[in-house]
């Protein structure tokens, strides 16, 4: 399975993804935010569009999933959880298993962000998360419209079933940003001040595709053993006892950021 990602034009800083296989040419897109951009990509690449996967149902994820279908045939399948919030042609469970072309992927449930939000895995041989707003590089989606201990279980389970060399996707351009934010945390964390150097330099449709590996080393999100970490919240009067607690400060402190 090959992934393309793109950045859209005039979007909320949106990466789209054309998830595609090599042999058969087709391709599922994920969270169309701009279907003419994607039809002009997929002909670029000689990938026919049959299939449309939708993360979760905030307005900038599903915008031209109509528009997309009538262009292209394409089914579109959705978290069960959307139902009423998008037109699906296949509603999604968790665990459930998607076919492009020869490939698969898996679609796992992880709500928080949203209390439908799902994301695709592919575990084949060169792995890949495709995460929408549930993980961000650097970061993990608001909780805004869901709710942070049902996100933090979420992470968990990421950080149990995605294999370390996964390429991770997520669904907006957050990188700088959530860099920055780390390091008005932990100021000295080499490999986010590494990372931030590299970003500087880089356009979004340049910028670096991590691994689960690489953000297990600066994502902070994903490191709330780090005693350092643990003493940076605790100066900041936030209760730190259980990973949880961590958690739960750390999305205060980016909200209010
Ligand atoms: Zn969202």
Not at 111 to 120: E, I, K, N, Y
Not at 204 to 210: E, H, L, Q
Not at 218 to 232: Q, Y
Request: charge should be negative.
């Amino acid at each position: 399975m090959q992934i393309l990602r793109t950045y859209v034009p005039d979007s909320f800083q949106n990466y789209n993804h054309l998830v595609y296989c090599e042999q058969q040419r087709t391709a599922a897109a994920v969270d169309p935010f701009d279907a003419e951009h994607l039809i002009q990509l997929a002909r670029q690449q000689d990938l026919s569009i049959n299939a449309i996967w939708i993360t979760h149902e905030h307005g900038d994820h599903i915008r031209h999933v109509n528009e997309l279908k009538a262009a292209t045939g394409a089914r579109v399948f959705a978290p069960a959880g959307c139902i009423g919030k998008v037109a699906a042609d296949v509603w999604l469970e968790d665990n459930d298993r998607l076919r492009v072309g020869d490939q698969q992927a898996l679609f796992w449930f992880t709500p928080g962000h949203t209390p439908a939000h799902g994301v695709f895995y592919v575990d084949q041989d060169e792995p890949a998360l495709i995460c929408g707003d549930t993980l961000f590089n650097a970061g993990v989606g608001n909780t805004r419209s869901g709710s942070t201990d049902v996100l933090y279980d979420s992470i968990e389970r990421l950080r149990r079933d995605t294999a370390e060399h996964a390429r991770i996707y997520p669904g907006h351009d957050y990188l700088p940003n959530n860099l920055a934010f780390a390091l008005s945390i932990q100021p000295d964390l080499q490999p986010a001040l590494k990372l931030k150097a590299e970003a500087d330099t880089q356009t979004p449709d340049t910028r670096t595709v991590t691994t689960f590996e690489q953000e297990l080393s600066f994502n902070l999100f994903l490191r709330l053993d780090d005693p350092e970490l643990t003493r940076a919240l605790a100066d900041r009067d936030y209760p730190t006892d259980s990973a949880l607690d961590r958690f739960r400060a750390l999305r205060a402190l980016r909200d209010q950021w």
